[in-house]
């Protein structure tokens, strides 16, 4: 394919090519031209910056000679960098230097950028400046080029090379603009293939052409191979270069061999490079990943899980070491643990647990593990399973105030604690059920870890907790030892050459077009009415329903994002909330697959969210159901009474003050809203047996309010299947047909420090400030949430998952 194309940017070419001109100017390896992966994009394609996705910086040197005791030399180095997901720059040197020491010695200098979106199209252009040594007078050029990615398979580049160039003499040669089309191919989808074609022509008519081919070569890097015809002063020269990219890490070396006609021209070329992210080439030594496990609120432990997934999938990973350090781990949280421990240790990736202070359910996570270790000094806090519920009712009469609420399911038990003094009877038979179901799972759990019978095990539960030395005799820990001899520790498991550090990126190549991605929505705290709630300090976060919409709808939106991951860590709450999230995974839904992952409890409004999904995992002791719904208010009129304070309403409409914290509903009101609450539980109902595809009796049967456990709503029919968030992200690049190597977008963003609450804006888990005492932080994350719900709102909420002590 011959392009004959309208100039508009150029590359400089080393003495070397006045020998045999290439479209590859910079390089004698044979690097794609539609796609060069690196920092020489800014001499050969300035476009394909805007495809980098880290840093690069390259060197170049080429050697071409008659003979080859007198070569001509060329040498470039350049660095390329992306700046945020749009723009990317780069710059460069080149110095070319002829045998004889003549005029045509020269040096280079090139600045570029380019913009792009979403990798499917960049547009970029670089200026460059060429001077002869021998002359003060340098030629300034520019380049123009665009890429197009529109799928895997296919890379389009039409560039312009030398713009404004005219016919100037540099050095020994006439620089002209010239016109270049470049199409690359990759059959397989990926980079273990690529096919390219390219044709240039140039002011005076004069044609090139280039063929190459690209492949990868396991466990070394890849070879590429390239033939060019190319047209001077009327006469066809061709040449033929070919090399093998050796690829370690973040460093590639790439020597090539080049030769031209009946064995003349004969050169060769280095290309090293060292790039921001590691790419598939030589195995590097294999290193165990250590992996502390601080904070695993609802989006900590997703980066956690994901980081897991990698060692599980890289081959460089020889194991694990996991060390809890205040992990904040729930029931649910821990299984998902040891579901990722279980494939790993499947896999003869042997995981390690260092233990310090550990809570029951950190030890519940670890139990799985090859080895567990503790510090000398700590302790595990094995003692069972529990949870404190607050009755507020006897109180709040004590100081004036009234608790006024409407429910709709004799289950559902939020209101019960502004009033009454102890839970009804229908509230302890549900807790009494989900703690024996959790305490089986628990027990079971452990004998198939420790080697003990159940009956055992309760007993040890019962004897707890345990300090280091206690822990070792009742083999809880095979070791106590401090930090410092771990890695002497780790051996016993993973060899004497083991060594240990910091996760590391999965070595991959970037691939053309739109890579497909999964999108992982967290609906997590309290649903609110309108944008999500952040309080900086308190770590207290709620999601609104108008956030978390728009950011379903966004994803759902977006070519790049294949499939929707739901992740929901919520007791529920606002009714109205609730139902635009349900309604937008409905919309997400007819466009690409929505799967819900449950994380500790997904119960009331959290669950009616999920029930919108094609599938729902949980894991066993997630906390879910709750399909009901109450509505009320506190009346404060006794307690302004007795501090003097007088109410006056006015008002016109029998109803007018029915919201007023200042009087108790009539019974005329409460007895409309429990017709109102009627109507919001039958769209409820309704939302379920439309998702879950059951009848809106069977759902009936099973809500009312009622609280289940994972494996209660797995038998029942209200979740698909038993996994955790892994397992749910598997099955969504299962239907959108993707790879381990596709990317996770978290939406929606949370404030990481003081100044991003200010400004509204942020990425990263919300993390409380310690100087805030923790039952001080609790007792806020409690109240406030009340204070931000409007008393008009209608309410799906659950309170709080059990806990493993």
Same mark, same amino acid.
């Given at each position: 394919?011959?392009?004959?194309?309208?100039?508009?940017?150029?590359?400089?070419?080393?003495?070397?090519?006045?020998?045999s001109?290439?479209?590859?100017?910079?390089?004698?390896?044979?690097?794609?031209?539609?796609?060069?992966?690196?920092?020489?994009?800014v001499?050969l394609n @300035?476009?394909?910056?805007g495809?980098?996705?880290?840093?690069?910086?390259?060197?170049?040197?080429?050697?071409?000679?008659?003979?080859?005791?007198?070569?001509?030399?060329?040498?470039?180095?350049?660095?390329?960098?992306?700046?945020?997901?749009?723009?990317?720059?780069?710059?460069?040197?080149?110095?070319?230097?002829?045998?004889?020491?003549?005029?045509a010695?020269?040096?280079?200098?090139?600045?570029?950028?380019?913009l792009?979106?979403?990798?499917?199209?960049?547009?970029?252009?670089?200026?460059?400046?060429?001077k002869?040594l021998?002359?003060?007078?340098?030629?300034?050029?520019?380049d123009?080029?665009?890429?197009?990615r529109?799928?895997t398979?296919?890379?389009?580049?039409l560039?312009g090379?030398?713009?404004?160039?005219?016919?100037?003499e540099?050095?020994t040669?006439?620089l002209?603009?010239?016109?270049?089309?470049?199409?690359?191919?990759?059959?397989?989808?990926?980079?273990?293939?690529?096919?390219?074609?390219?044709?240039?022509?140039?002011?005076s008519g004069?044609?090139?052409l280039?063929?190459?081919?690209?492949?990868?070569?396991?466990?070394?890097g890849?070879?590429?191979?390239a033939?060019?015809?190319?047209?001077?002063?009327?006469?066809?020269?061709?040449t033929?270069?070919?090399?093998?990219?050796?690829?370690?890490g973040?460093?590639?070396?790439?020597?090539a061999?080049?030769?031209?006609?009946?064995?003349?021209?004969?050169?060769w070329?280095?290309?090293?490079?060292?790039h921001?992210?590691?790419?598939?080439?030589?195995?590097g030594?294999?290193?165990?990943?250590?992996?502390p496990?601080?904070?695993?609120?609802?989006?900590?432990?997703?980066?956690?899980?994901r980081?897991?997934?990698?060692? *599980?999938?890289d @081959?460089?990973?020889q194991?694990?070491?996991?060390?809890?350090?205040?992990?904040?781990?729930?029931?649910?949280? /821990?299984?998902?643990?040891?579901?990722?421990?279980?494939?790993?240790?499947?896999?003869?990736?042997?995981?390690?647990?260092?233990?310090q202070?550990?809570?029951?359910a950190?030890?519940?996570?670890?139990?799985?593990?090859?080895?567990?270790?503790?510090?000398?000094?700590?302790?595990?806090?094995l003692m069972g399973?529990?949870g404190?519920?607050?009755?507020?009712?006897?109180?709040?009469?004590?100081?004036?105030?009234?608790?006024?609420?409407?429910?709709?399911?004799?289950?559902?038990? /939020?209101?019960?604690?502004?009033t009454?003094?102890?839970s009804?009877?229908?509230?302890?038979?549900?807790?009494?059920?989900?703690?024996? $179901?959790?305490y089986?799972?628990?027990t079971?759990? *452990?004998?198939?870890?420790?080697?003990?019978?159940? $009956?055992?095990?309760?007993?040890?539960?019962?004897?707890?907790?345990?300090?280091?030395?206690e822990?070792?005799?009742?083999? *809880?820990?095979?070791?106590a030892?401090?930090?410092?001899?771990?890695?002497?520790?780790?051996?016993?498991?993973?060899?004497e050459?083991?060594?240990? $550090?910091?996760?590391?990126?999965?070595?991959?190549?970037?691939?053309?077009?739109?890579?497909?991605?999964?999108?992982v929505?967290?609906?997590?705290?309290?649903?609110?009415d $309108?944008?999500?709630?952040?309080?900086p300090?308190?770590?207290?976060?709620?999601?609104?329903?108008?956030?978390?919409?728009?950011?379903?709808?966004k994803?759902a939106?977006?070519?790049?994002?294949?499939?929707?991951?739901?992740?929901?860590?919520?007791?529920?709450?606002?009714?109205m909330?609730?139902?635009?999230?349900?309604?937008?995974?409905?919309?997400?839904?007819?466009?690409?697959p929505?799967?819900?992952?449950?994380g500790?409890?997904?119960a009331?409004?959290?669950?009616?969210?999920?029930s919108?999904a094609?599938?729902?995992?949980?894991?066993?002791?997630?906390?879910?159901?709750?399909?009901?719904?109450?509505?009320g208010?506190?009346?404060?009129a006794?307690?302004?009474?007795r501090?003097?304070?007088?109410?006056?309403?006015?008002?016109?409409?029998?109803?007018?003050?029915?919201?007023?914290?200042?009087?108790?509903?009539t019974?005329d009101?409460?007895?409309?809203?429990?017709?109102?609450?009627?109507?919001?539980?039958?769209?409820?109902?309704?939302?379920?047996?439309?998702g879950?595809?059951?009848?809106?009796?069977?759902?009936?049967a099973?809500?009312?309010?009622?609280?289940?456990?994972?494996?209660?709503?797995?038998?029942?029919?209200?979740?698909?299947?038993l996994?955790?968030?892994?397992?749910?992200l598997?099955?969504a690049?299962?239907?959108?047909?993707?790879?381990?190597?596709?990317?996770?977008?978290?939406?929606?963003?949370?404030?990481?420090?003081?100044l991003?609450?200010?400004?509204?804006?942020?990425q990263?888990?919300?993390?409380?400030?310690?100087v805030?005492?923790?039952?001080?932080?609790?007792l806020?994350?409690?109240?406030y949430?009340?204070?931000?719900?409007?008393?008009?709102t209608?309410?799906?909420?659950?309170?709080?998952?059990?806990?493993?002590?």
């Open positions: 394919m011959i392009a004959a194309l309208v100039c508009l940017t150029g590359f400089p070419e080393p003495l070397w090519a006045q020998v001109p290439s479209l590859t100017p910079s390089t004698a390896f044979p690097i794609s031209l539609a796609s060069p992966d690196n920092a020489l994009g001499a @300035p476009s394909a910056l495809a980098l996705e880290s840093w690069s910086l390259t060197y170049s040197h080429v050697a071409a000679a008659a003979d080859t005791s007198q070569p001509d030399r060329y040498d470039g180095l350049f660095f390329a960098s992306p700046l945020g997901e749009a723009l990317s720059i780069g710059g460069g040197l080149e110095f070319a230097r002829a045998r004889d020491g003549s005029a010695d020269q040096n280079g200098l090139f600045l570029g950028a380019a792009s979106r979403g990798r499917v199209w960049s547009l970029g252009t670089s200026w460059h400046v060429r002869p021998v002359d003060a007078a340098g030629i300034h050029t520019a123009i080029a665009l890429s197009l529109p799928s398979t296919l890379a389009v580049s560039i090379r030398d713009l404004a160039a005219g016919d100037r540099l050095g040669r006439t002209r603009e010239s016109g270049l089309l470049a199409v690359a191919l990759r059959p397989l989808g990926d980079d273990r293939l690529g096919l390219e074609l390219a044709g240039r022509t140039d002011a004069e044609l090139g280039r063929m190459a081919a690209q492949g990868m070569l396991p466990g070394i890849r070879l590429a191979a033939g060019e015809m190319t047209e001077i002063d009327g006469r066809q020269r061709w033929v270069s070919a090399g093998i990219d050796f690829r370690l973040m460093v590639s070396v790439a020597p061999a080049h030769v031209g006609e009946v064995g003349e021209d004969v050169g070329s280095l290309l090293a490079d060292v921001g992210r590691p790419r598939p080439g030589v195995p030594p294999r290193t165990v990943w250590k992996v496990l601080r904070g695993l609120g609802s989006r900590r432990i997703l980066s956690v899980m980081t897991l997934e990698q060692a *599980l999938h @081959p460089r990973v194991g694990v070491v996991l060390v809890p350090e205040g992990a904040g781990l729930g029931l649910a949280g /821990a299984q998902e643990l040891r579901l990722v421990i279980a494939a790993l240790e499947q896999a003869n990736k042997p995981v390690y647990c260092y233990l202070s550990a809570s029951g950190e030890y519940y996570a670890c139990a799985g593990a090859r080895r567990v270790a503790i510090d000398p000094a700590g302790s595990v806090r399973l529990g404190a519920s607050l009755y507020f009712g006897e109180l709040l009469r004590n100081v004036g105030l009234r608790a006024d609420f409407v429910r709709i399911g004799t289950y559902k038990g /939020a209101p019960e604690q502004y009454n003094e102890a009804s009877a229908p509230i302890r038979e549900v807790r009494t059920a989900l703690l024996d $179901g959790a089986r799972r628990l079971n759990d *452990l004998s198939g870890d420790l080697g003990l019978a159940e $009956g055992a095990v309760k007993q040890l539960i019962d004897r707890g907790p345990f300090l280091a030395e822990a070792v005799r009742e083999k *809880l820990a095979s070791t030892i401090d930090a410092h001899e771990l890695e002497n520790d780790g051996r016993r498991v993973f060899g050459r083991a060594r240990i $550090g910091a996760p590391r990126t999965l070595p991959r190549d970037p691939r053309f077009g739109p890579t497909g991605q999964v999108g929505v967290v609906i997590d705290g309290t649903i609110v $309108g944008e999500n709630v952040d309080v300090f308190f770590d207290v976060h709620m999601s609104g329903g108008r956030t978390v919409a728009a950011a379903i709808d994803l939106g977006d070519r790049r994002i294949r499939a929707i991951v739901l992740r929901i860590d919520s007791p529920g709450g606002a009714v909330a609730s139902d635009q999230i349900w309604r937008a995974v409905r919309r997400a839904r007819a466009k690409k929505v799967i819900a992952s449950m500790d409890v997904a009331s409004g959290g669950y009616y969210a999920a919108a094609d599938e729902i995992w949980a894991s066993p002791s997630t906390i879910t159901g709750s399909i009901g719904i109450f509505y208010k506190v009346d404060v006794q307690l302004a009474a501090i003097g304070v007088g109410v006056e309403h006015d008002t016109r409409g029998a109803h007018a003050a029915a919201d007023s914290f200042f009087r108790p509903f019974d009101e409460r007895a409309a809203l429990a017709d109102k609450l009627r109507i919001w539980y039958r769209q409820f109902l309704e939302r379920v047996a439309e879950r595809k059951l009848d809106i009796a069977r759902v009936d099973l809500a009312r309010g009622r609280v289940y456990s994972g494996d209660q709503a797995h038998a029942l029919g209200l979740v698909d299947h996994g955790g968030f892994l397992s749910a598997a099955r690049r299962e239907l959108a047909h993707l790879g381990i190597e596709s990317e996770l977008v978290v939406v929606p963003r949370m404030p990481s420090n003081l991003e609450y200010v400004l509204g804006t942020g990263a888990q919300a993390q409380a400030a310690s805030v005492p923790a039952p001080l932080r609790a806020v994350q409690r109240v949430p009340w204070s931000v719900i409007d008393a008009a209608p309410m799906a909420l659950y309170e709080g998952p059990l806990r493993l002590e």
